[in-house]
């Protein structure tokens, strides 16, 4: 069923269903803010089960550079489980070298908050994806507070030169809906003089507000103005960040291929056991259940986040048109939400989704390509795609166009959640042989997925 052959990977279908319950590592997103706050409380934190992705990692090194103490418990063997010794606001260091972020959108946006406050000079850059990635939304915003930030093509790309330091506090709507930019001047506002507040039309997934909240910090978060959100950040000297412990839940956007595969593979049941169910996260969970998924969410935490576990079964699917208020609540699902969405009934419809295109590929042309050899009948539009699902997508079976009968090659374009949808896709497709290549690019977010799969499907 998995074939490895150097940075390409052979998919064929499964021959039966799935019953199994797993777990996914730490979530990606709280993983790099945990990072962050811990370096800047003033003492020492403990996080547990933190992602060990590439992306997480390369935080971890940042903040090493930036002179933090960040070490491995020693009390346990997993890995994942790791000791920040905090600096407080004013104790980061000088970086000797670039700060390397790797393919993180997140980091880079994120940090460059933190070093804007700080009155030293950084580099950022990452790898030529990354660096291909816009950064002017974050630019302005830091440029208004008083940070000095250029870049490539007059200063919209990485590498990032950032001169930091004398920030002011500014009031700044976000927009376009974006938790990377809003946590970036967020984080920019704990170093500036004054109040900084920040207001967003639609909501955006809140784990900096809630670690900051965790942390004991001096914010204000009002969540009734027009369906948006207020957010008032006290500046310099007006508090300090408080070390925390915290456990981090299971991946969400990680969890969404299982989910896929327990709703597409035929006599299966997948579930997925402590996982972050943060409401602005989860509206993939809310378009299958509009598409007709069998899919239901325990919740068995509340704080500092929602988590529970979620389980889903095989089902029959209908095409919807996704609403444009779910867009932003599963922007980083649709690229496996399409390949759900090509064995649903009927057609499919997603607008409103422009931010793909500013991915870690441009999304909306990355699913077009790979969904269009695989016989699906797609449509690229400016801010999204229509899909003529159909059911018997399974047993379809192409012209042959390789000197390796029914083989069917797809790239993930560097694209690590592009690479894994794309396999999930592999395994659904019966009667064909399915070749990804470029896969080196999943451990970006989630190392452990191929011993995740194989686990499931040689049970």
């Known amino acids: 069923m998995i074939e490895f052959k150097k940075d390409k990977v052979l998919i064929r279908g499964l021959s039966s269903g799935i019953k199994s319950e797993i777990e996914v590592p730490g979530d990606k997103s709280i993983s790099h803010r945990a990072i962050m706050l811990g370096s800047l409380a003033a003492g020492k934190s403990t996080v547990s089960n933190l992602s060990l992705s590439r992306d997480n990692l390369a935080t971890v090194a940042a903040f090493r550079k930036l002179g933090v103490n960040i070490k491995k418990h020693n009390l346990n063997d997993s890995g994942r489980n790791f000791i920040i010794n905090g600096v407080g606001l004013n104790g980061l260091k000088e970086p000797e070298t670039i700060i390397n972020t790797a393919n993180s959108g997140t980091l880079t946006r994120l940090l460059a908050g933190i070093l ?34 250029t870049g490539r093509k007059g200063s919209g790309y990485p590498p990032l030169a950032v001169t930091g330091g004398g920030l002011k506090s500014i009031f700044y709507e976000v927009p376009v809906p974006s938790a990377q930019v809003k946590s970036c001047v967020m984080l920019a506002a704990l170093f500036a003089e004054g109040d900084t507040v920040i207001y967003e039309k639609k909501k955006t997934r809140d784990h900096t507000e809630n670690l900051l909240k965790l942390q004991g910090y001096p914010l204000n978060v009002d969540t009734s103005v027009n369906g948006g959100s207020l957010i008032s950040v006290k500046g310099r000297g007006n508090g300090e960040l408080k070390p925390f412990n915290i456990d981090i839940p299971g ?9 896929a595969l327990g709703i597409l593979n035929k006599n299966s049941e997948i579930t997925l056991n402590n996982i972050l169910l943060n409401d602005k996260r989860t509206g993939f969970i809310k378009a299958l259940e509009m598409m007709g998924a069998d899919v239901s969410l325990t919740v068995k935490g509340e704080i500092p986040e929602k988590t529970g576990d979620i389980k889903a079964k095989y089902s029959a699917l209908r095409g919807i048109t996704v609403p444009h208020e779910l867009v932003p609540d599963m922007i980083d699902e649709f690229p496996i939400f399409s390949v759900i969405a090509s064995f649903a009934e009927g057609k499919t419809i997603v607008t409103g989704a422009k931010e793909l295109r500013v991915k870690e590929s441009d999304r909306i042309k990355t699913i077009v390509f790979n969904l269009n050899r695989l016989g699906v009948d797609i449509t690229e539009l400016e801010d999204g795609f229509e899909i003529n699902g159909r059911p018997d997508l399974i047993n379809y079976k192409p012209p042959a166009k390789s000197k390796i009968d029914n083989l069917t090659e797809l790239n993930s374009f560097g694209d690590h959640r592009i690479a894994m949808s794309m396999i999930i896709a592999g395994f659904i497709l019966k009667n064909r042989k399915i070749e990804i290549r470029d896969i080196r690019c999943i451990n970006t977010s989630f190392p452990e997925f191929f011993d995740t799969v194989s686990r499931l499907i040689n049970q």
Not at 122 to 143: A, C, F, H, T
Not at 251 to 259: T, Y
Request: a positive charge; glycine letters at 6%; proline letters at 5%.
């Open 251 to 259: 991946d969400f956007s990680s969890a969404a291929f299982f989910i």
């Open 116 to 149: 804007a406050g700080n009155d030293f000079f950084s580099v950022l850059s990452g790898d030529k994806y990354l660096n291909s990635r816009p950064m002017k939304r974050i630019i302005e915003p830091l440029s208004l507070m008083g940070a000095k930030i």
